[in-house]
Each structure stands twice: as C-alpha cells, then as structure tokens.
C-alpha cells in the first residue's frame, strides 16, 4: 500500500509530537499526567483557534497578518463595552463576531477585487485593528462579571485532577468544525481548488470572488472568536496584547503539515502544530533552567525543517509527474 505524499508532512508532525512527548516523559514522568494535558489544551486555545482560521488561509495560497491585532480588539471590545453599558456578554460577544467577520470579508473583498495581495490587505488591517483597539483605550481593563466567572470556573475534572476547562473544550470543537469545513464540504473543495493557482480554480468551477471573500470572512470570525477565548483566559482586554501571535499561528500551521504556498494541508495536522509549540514551552517550565527563548529557537529550526520538507516533496511530486509523462 502507497502511502500519499501529501500525507507525509502531517504523519512528519504526528511523529514529531509522539517523540517529543515520549522524551519528555521520560525526564519528567508528570508531563503524562492530566494536569499537564489539561493545561496543555487551556493556554493554547486561543492559538489553537485562530490557527485554524489561518489554516484555512493558507490552504487557498494566501496570508492573514491581522489576527493578532484583531484578537487585541476583541479583549479591548469585550472590556469595554461590558464596563460602560450593561448588555449581557453573550450580546457582546455576538456584536464582536459581526464586527470581526464582515472586517474579515471587506480583506477578502479588496484582494480580490482590486488584485491585490493578502499580504499588503491584511497588514493594513493589522494596523487598523491595532489603532482601533488602542482608540477605545490604553490601558489594561479588567472584565468583572458573573457571567464571566462562571466561563472561567467552568471544568470537567478528569482523572487524575487535570482540569478540562470549557475554552480547551471549545478549541477541540472548533478543530474538528474546522477540518469538516475544509474536508467535507464544497466551500472546502474551493479552497484547496484556490490554493492550486485562480486560474485552475476557475477551470474546476469554484467562484473564486465569493470563496475569496468566505476564507478571509471566516479567518475573521476565528480571530474574534479567539479573541473571546483569550478574554477568558486572562479575564481583561489590553490593546498590546497578542503581538506577534499572527507569526506564531502561521508558524502553527506549516509545522502542522500545511504547504505555505497553498493547495495541500490538514486542520488536524495545525493542532498538532500548536500543541507542538505547547509542549515546547511545558518542557521548558519543568527544566527550569532553560531560558524562555528555547521555545523561539527550537519553533524556529522545525519551521526550517517542515519547510524543507515541503520543498523535498514538491520536488518528488514534479519528479512524478515527469516520469508519467516519459
């Protein structure tokens, strides 16, 4: 049996993970508790989140810079509209998410219809997130309310004591929401169609301006959906959060198995990506002695090594095709 080749950089990021897990147990056997495994799903929800939005970005070839910012507007948003009026979170959170998706899909809409690329779209939009969260305020605001202690005291206790919580529960959900949308679905197929270059898109059917505007719609909605995790998680809003997190989530999805330049990935391999990195940081508190900078240095040397890999099989794959034609 022939394994498929486009298979190789997720069973590469699967293998990684099992190894890296395996090692780290046996200098720390605490790290297989389900403290570690729970806490493990809770710090990287956030990230697990957006990186599926960015996933989805990159199977269509294009580029996302926003969502870090976009995640910072969204804390700031949530603080602040509950601290001045007295609308129920949920509401805020539903205005949040219009807010984030439509400024998602007007991204979408520029890049297709002006031609131009994501990667100058969405950096403007970087900017324009980042002043909007910083015009609403400039200081840290603390979000005090019932409903929000109930969010964070929500957990399944597993055995052992780890504690599930409701935000690593929702990152799981939305994992799994995520690979049947880009799998099993015609918007999926558009995607994975786009990632294979506009004009074979068009020649397979797929509308590329309403997929074109649907991708970057929903990476927006991811963000703001992250940034209502992320909310949870530090229970305030702050305008210089999450900087950078736009570099960690792309970084999130290549070491999942994803070809950055479009057109062959898995949802899941992403989560294996994030939880990589997770893992990375974990081991890193338990040594002690390592500097935090590690996790920098070792992202950085399996993003050169999955990348390295894509090009490995690009080659062979063009190889292939080659022979077939001899």
């Known amino acids: 049996m022939t394994i498929n080749t486009r298979l190789y950089p997720l069973l590469a990021t699967i293998a990684i993970f099992v190894i890296a897990y395996a090692l780290s147990y046996t200098q720390f056997p605490a790290m ?25 970005v990159i199977l269509s070839g294009g580029i996302d810079l926003s969502v870090g910012s976009v995640i910072a507007f969204s804390g700031v948003f949530i603080a602040v509209v509950l601290r001045e009026t007295s609308l129920h979170p949920l509401m805020v959170f539903a205005l ?17 219809w002006l ?6 779209v969405t950096l403007a939009g970087m900017f324009l997130a980042r002043g909007a969260a910083y015009m609403l305020t400039i200081d840290s605001v603390p979000i005090a309310h019932p409903f929000y202690d109930l969010l964070q005291g929500a957990y399944w206790l597993m055995p052992g004591k780890g504690r599930l919580t409701l935000i690593g529960v929702a990152m799981l959900l939305t994992v799994a929401v995520g690979a049947l949308i880009a799998h099993r679905t015609r ?12 004009q074979a898109a068009r020649l397979m059917g797929a509308k590329v301006g309403r997929t074109t505007v649907m991708i970057y719609a929903f990476s927006g909605f991811m963000a703001g959906l992250s940034g209502i995790v992320f909310s949870i998680y530090t229970g305030s809003g702050y305008p210089l959060a999450t900087v950078g997190t736009e570099l960690t989530a792309i970084a999130a999805v290549v070491i999942g198995g994803t070809i950055l330049t479009g057109g062959a990935g898995y949802v899941v391999g992403t989560l ?5 990195m997770g893992l990375i940081q974990t081991y890193i508190v338990f040594d002690g002695s390592l500097s935090s900078w590690w996790t920098k240095i070792v992202i950085g ?8 890999l894509q090009k490995g099989l690009l080659r062979l ?4 095709i080659s022979a077939g034609h001899a």
């Open 32 to 56: 297989l508790s389900t403290r570690v495994v729970g806490n493990l799903l809770t710090d990287n929800a956030y990230l697990g989140i957006v990186a599926v939005g960015m996933t989805i």
């Open 96 to 112: 949040l998410l219009v807010l984030s998706t439509a400024f998602g899909a007007a991204m979408g809409g520029i890049i297709h």
């Open 115 to 120: 031609a131009m690329p994501s990667f100058i």
């Open 187 to 198: 918007f999926g197929a558009s995607v994975f169609a786009l990632g294979g270059g506009e």
């Open 272 to 276: 294996f990506g994030v939880l990589t």
């Open 301 to 308: 040397l399996l993003l050169l090594l999955f990348i390295l």
């Open 317 to 320: 794959s063009q190889s292939r």
